[in-house]
């Protein structure tokens, strides 16, 4: 099966960072990782997208040349590194693949 679990949310100020991290830690490997994000009273949105096999990616136009996302296979690990955070980052960040969701991790940007 596959089971994500997050860590790596928190508190930060703006223009700070943080790195998330999104462990498989189920026996079945998957090829495609998403992180999406949810902020207080608004619709859940995607943020970026990884091809484990290729290393392809993608962003939403509001974290491009901010966040990057990466993948560690030999750990099974997908990481989404933020950097300039800013207040309207703030939300729940979980990773996905398919229909399998893990818990969210908290970021909170504030001074």
């Known amino acids: 099966q596959v089971q994500f679990v997050e860590s790596g949310g928190g508190l930060v100020q703006p223009g700070g960072s943080l790195r998330l991290s999104c462990t498989n830690s189920?026996?079945?490997?998957?090829?495609?990782v998403a992180w999406h994000r949810q902020a207080p009273g608004k619709q859940r949105e995607l943020v970026a997208t990884?091809?484990?096999?290729?290393?392809?990616?993608s962003y939403t136009d509001s974290v491009k040349g901010r966040f990057t996302v990466s993948t560690d296979n030999a750990k099974n690990t997908v990481y989404l590194q933020m950097n300039d955070l800013r207040p309207d980052d703030t939300a729940v960040y979980y990773c996905?693949?398919?229909?399998?969701w893990g818990q969210g991790t908290l970021v909170t940007v504030s001074s």
């Open positions: 996905n693949s398919g229909r399998i």
């Open positions: 990884i091809i484990r096999t290729t290393g392809v990616t």
């Open positions: 189920g026996s079945l490997k998957v090829a495609n």
